[in-house]
C-alpha cells in the first residue's frame, strides 16, 4: 500500500462549481498536511497547509484533515479558469522528507 | 518570497552524456536541497535529500553514482545525470529550504530528454 493514495483521474468542472479533492495515507504519523498547485511544466506551490484535524480556510480554499479516518480535501469555492492545474496533495512526519500523492489535473471549462 | 531557479529549464543530451542541473536559492539560505523526478502524469518522487557541506542521502533505488549531488554552498546545489540513458529522460525538480522552516520552495524544473 502506498503511503499516500490520491485518485489522478482528471477532474472538468464548469466556471463557479465547487472542486473537492482528497487524499488518503496510510501512516499514521504524518503531522503536517499540505496541497500544491501545479502548473504545466512548472514546479509545485504550496497552496495551503495544515497539522491538525479539521478545516482551514485561505479565500477560495479549504483544506480539511480528518486524522481518525486518515483524509484529507481540499475545496475550491466559485471555481476559475485559472484554477486549471494539477493538485498535488503531500504530507510529512516533522520536518522531514514530503510524501506527494499522484495529482488530480484539474480543468475549469469557462 | 522566496524563490528558487533551475538552470537550464530544457536540455537534450545524447545517451551516454552526462548533464548537469543546477539549482539555486536566490533570496534565502538554503541549508537543505530535495532533489525529486516526476514523470509524465506521476508524482514526484524524492531522489534525494542534501544539506550544505555534507553528502548527500539517497532514497531507496536511487543510484547514488549516477545521480550526483552537490550542495557546496547556502545557495547552489547542482544534480549532475552520468552516462545518461533514455529512461532517465524526466521531469527534474528541485525544492529548497532554509533552517528551522517548514516550507519546501519548489524550483520551477528541468526537462531532460536523452536520445
Known amino acids: 500500500q502506498k503511503e499516500v493514495e490520491q485518485d489522478p483521474g482528471p477532474l472538468s468542472v464548469p466556471e463557479g462549481a465547487i472542486v473537492s479533492l482528497n487524499c488518503t495515507y496510510s501512516?499514521?504519523?504524518?503531522?503536517?498536511f499540505m496541497w500544491y498547485r501545479q502548473y504545466s511544466r512548472k514546479g509545485p506551490e504550496l497552496l495551503m497547509y495544515t497539522y491538525s484535524s479539521g478545516n482551514k480556510e485561505d479565500g477560495r480554499f479549504t483544506a480539511q484533515v480528518d486524522k481518525s479516518s486518515k483524509y484529507i480535501s481540499l475545496f475550491i469555492r466559485d471555481s476559475q479558469p485559472s484554477d486549471s492545474a494539477t493538485y498535488l496533495c503531500?504530507?510529512?512526519?516533522?520536518?522531514?522528507?514530503?510524501?506527494f500523492g499522484k495529482g488530480n489535473q484539474v480543468v475549469v471549462i469557462p | 518570497g522566496a524563490v528558487v531557479s533551475q538552470h537550464p529549464s530544457w536540455v537534450i543530451c545524447k545517451s551516454g552524456t552526462s548533464v548537469k542541473i543546477e539549482c539555486r536559492s536566490l533570496d534565502f539560505q538554503a541549508t537543505t536541497m530535495f532533489w525529486y523526478r516526476q514523470f509524465p502524469k506521476q508524482s514526484l518522487m524524492l531522489m534525494a535529500t542534501?544539506?550544505?557541506?555534507?553528502?548527500?542521502?539517497?532514497e531507496q533505488g536511487v543510484e547514488k553514482d549516477k545521480f550526483l549531488i552537490n550542495h557546496a554552498s547556502l545557495t547552489l546545489s547542482t544534480l549532475t545525470v552520468t552516462s545518461a540513458h533514455p529512461e532517465d529522460s524526466s521531469f527534474y525538480i528541485c525544492?529548497?529550504?532554509?533552517?528551522?522552516?517548514?516550507?519546501?520552495?519548489f524550483g520551477p524544473g528541468t526537462r531532460l530528454t536523452v536520445t
Open positions: 542534501s544539506n550544505e557541506g555534507s553528502k548527500a542521502t539517497y
Open positions: 503531500a504530507m510529512s512526519v516533522g520536518n522531514n522528507r514530503l510524501a
Open positions: 501512516n499514521s504519523a504524518f503531522q503536517y
Open positions: 525544492s529548497a529550504r532554509d533552517l528551522g522552516d517548514y516550507e519546501q520552495y
